[in-house]
């Protein structure tokens, strides 16, 4: 604590305590923390290009997974020639590239940009591959680390970074941190999971013929793995909208409402699991335990599997009625809140439809067992186009900061 003087020609003013001593210390010492000195690295222009390129791969990534998987549901013979890989492959990871560096709102010239650059080596080599001088593993292998090496270059020369500079709103917040956004991308890739997972799910048999059906479930590799991707789709899907409340409840929708879709999120997240642990676990012993059976023991062994299968019916009759319960939980608040827009309305409308089919389909599951039905997938296509209406919110919650801020100074002035 240090005293002041005041300055005019009153010369010394009166004695009292001042902050000044513990700020001004604070300011000199302030870039000498070791926060301070790691806001400047990370703030360093290699530290954004680590960043960036490590975006661009974990983008890449995903998306050769994700496409990859549909490749091989859609089309399993397509990857058996290495060039047919090679273009599949770069069309997957530019793709899942492409569609990263559209979220980050980059230019769309930068986003052709990486695009050539990650398709070009490929394109090369494809030539001498076709001539027989190239060998098949040579070309994935060159391809990509001329791929990832190139990426590399154009952006340490060319800095690929989005256009919009961010701005503060009269509350302070920033535009650029987008919760609907956020919460729209991960209702689609969770949906997208989804249908991924359920390519890659054992689906020869009918689901209803147990004989057969188990069977097949018992000679899939795969099980466990891809029911632990159902289970992520899912856990995208509920993160999805519990931040989607966060969001409606900043935006003026009914607490009630929000409350509600949150409890059946909880709800609904707990049951996949459940699922997950009946389908993905027991039901996989339970079949292999009966196929593995001497001749003796496989009427009772296949009878155990059968329960198994009953209870998974109940648990994924209730999940699929609470998941449809908080779609509508969601698209009802939307409703509400028709008048911020043309594309809320839509997504309240579609979100209401494919609530109202996924607790119709909840109840025949449970009622029928898994009899094929396209409604499942008109719920998925409702949903996807609700999902893409969301992000329209953002520009409700920053446009109600000024009007928050009008009131608050208005009653500051009637103060």
């Avoid at 010394?12 to 010492?29: D, R």
């Avoid at 503060?168 to 249908?195: F, K, Q, T």
């Avoid at 049951?271 to 001749?295: E, F, Q, R, T, Y």
């Avoid at 043309?342 to 898994?370: D, E, I, K, Q, W």
């Amino acid at each position: 604590m240090t005293r002041f003087v005041t300055s005019g020609t009153s010369g010394i003013g009166p004695l009292g305590s001042t902050i000044v001593g513990m700020t001004t210390f604070t300011t000199l010492y302030a870039d000498r923390s070791p926060r301070a000195a790691v806001r400047r690295l990370l703030r360093s222009r290699p530290a954004r290009f680590l960043v960036a390129y490590l975006e661009m791969t974990l983008s890449m990534v995903v998306g050769m997974g994700l496409f990859g998987a549909i490749w091989d549901g859609v089309w399993p013979g397509l990857t058996g020639r290495p060039d047919a890989m090679a273009l599949t492959m770069a069309f997957d990871m530019t793709l899942g590239m492409a569609s990263w560096m559209w979220v980050r709102r980059h230019p769309a010239r930068h986003v052709v940009e990486m695009s050539v650059v990650m398709a070009l080596p490929f394109l090369v080599l494809l030539c001498p591959y076709w001539l027989g001088v190239l060998p098949g593993d040579a070309l994935l292998t060159w391809g990509h680390v001329a791929m990832f090496a190139l990426m590399g270059i154009l952006m340490a020369w060319r800095p690929h970074t989005s256009t919009v500079t961010p701005a503060l709103n009269p509350r302070g917040h920033s535009p650029m941190s987008r919760p609907a956004l956020l919460s729209s991308a991960l209702l689609v890739g969770g949906a997208g999971l989804a249908v991924a997972g359920g390519i890659l799910h054992p689906h020869d048999q009918p689901p209803n013929s147990h004989a057969a059906v188990f069977a097949e479930y018992a000679h899939s590799t795969d099980w466990v793995w891809v029911h632990d991707l159902q289970f992520l789709s899912a856990g995208l899907v509920v993160a999805g909208f519990v931040i989607l409340g966060r969001t409606l409840k900043r935006v003026g929708a009914s607490p009630a409402l929000v409350r509600l879709g949150d409890a059946a999120a909880a709800a609904t997240v707990a049951l996949i699991a459940i699922n997950m642990a009946v389908d993905g676990v027991a039901l996989k012993h339970a079949v292999d335990s009966w196929a593995a059976a001497p001749p003796e023991d496989r009427a009772s062994r296949f009878a155990a599997a059968e329960a198994v299968r009953w209870v998974e019916w109940g648990v994924n009759s209730f999940f699929t009625i609470l998941l449809g319960v908080t779609l509508l939980m969601s698209a009802a608040a939307m409703l509400r809140l028709g008048h911020l827009g043309s594309r809320v309305r839509l997504a309240g409308v579609t979100g209401t439809l494919g609530g109202v089919l996924l607790v119709v389909n909840g109840v025949a599951v449970g009622a029928h067992g898994f009899e094929p039905s396209p409604v499942p997938l008109v719920a998925t296509g409702l949903y996807i186009v609700m999902a893409f209406g969301i992000p329209s919110l953002d520009r409700a919650v920053v446009g109600t900061a000024p009007t928050e801020l009008s009131s608050g100074q208005g009653q500051l002035a009637a103060r």
